[in-house]
């Protein structure tokens, strides 16, 4: 009797123990990184894991998530890509050009979702955006540069010397040049470049501009953005007008920006990772540029910083704004 109670006992702590391990063979597991942690790109990190929750694939109980951060590193970020790969994730999700390029260059075999990438194209990440084929697609989140450049004029009629701030290494900023000189010469606006190949020589580039532009706009250039607070500084003090080309840049001090919603974005992003989890071929999923699929965008003005800059803000442009900061 005591044998049989044993046996039973038994049998019981080993279905007991092999219920997690039948749980965790279920488990879907993706690896995210980024270059660097600013505002837009973690409001889109978190739209894709709420986008996946939504599809079913809750972090903790059906998806597990690995999140890597390499602080402006792209030897970290080469680094990470390597362990990503080891690890074997079902879906690898970079944010950023240079992580998505890392991430790309690592593996031909993991499907890769990329977001926050201004040019796919242009950075190599993808041959073309409809049935982009290998194991890669993803969203642009390319700025409506020609909205911006209108916004700035609402604030400044007389506008025509537009300074840019960038890192020249970044295939993104490269990119947003090329559109902004576009747009700017439709605008009869000339472009005054300033290049920044690291943070630390962000404020140096950006004092170059004082007296040479009547505005400096700052791209969607994760080198610049992570010293955005510097750059609004420098505005304050010399009544230059700062001009952000990605919208959480305005609560750091931009005095306006219209742009994307990068949560929005984000949850684009997640649902394609959640197409490839549900079993769809990474290739065939087309890649998409946010701004044409939404034209409803979001402006945003930072009143305060805006007038410590030596700007009026339109009352047309108050009225028409998504949110004000006072």
Known sequence: MKVATLIRAGMLALATAAAPVAHAADMKTIAISTIVEVPSLMDGKQGIIDALA??????GESLQIEYQNANGSMPTQQQIA???????????????????????????????????????????????YEQPGANVTGVSDAAPIGQQLNLMLEFLPDMKTVGFV???GLDNALAALAVL?????????????????????VIL?????????DAVYVPDDTTVVAA???????????????????????????????????????RLAGDMVADV?????????????????NDKFETLINKSSAEKMGLTVPQSTLDAATKIFE
């Open 181 to 201: 000189k576009e747009e700017a010469e439709k605008r009869n606006l000339t472009v005054v470049e300033s290049a920044a190949p690291t943070t630390n020589e």
């Open 228 to 266: 955005m607070e510097a750059i609004v500084k420098i505005g304050w003090d010399v009544k230059m007008p700062i001009f952000s080309g990605e919208t959480s840049g305005v609560e750091r001090g931009a005095a306006a920006s219209v742009g994307l919603n990068y949560y929005a974005v984000g």
């Open 166 to 168: 960038y890192n020249p």
């Open 205 to 213: 580039a950006t004092k170059k501009l004082i007296g040479k532009v």
């Open 54 to 59: 939504d599809r079913g694939y809750i972090e």
């Open 82 to 128: 390597k362990k990503f790969v080891g690890n074997a994730p079902d879906v690898i999700v970079p944010i950023t050009t240079p992580t998505a390029q890392a991430m790309v260059a690592s593996t031909k075999d993991i499907p890769i979702v990329f977001v926050m990438v201004t040019d796919p194209l242009k950075a190599k990440l993808i041959e073309r």
């Open 277 to 293: 989890l549900d079993g769809k071929p990474v290739g065939t999923i087309d890649a998409v540029i946010a701004k044409d699929l």
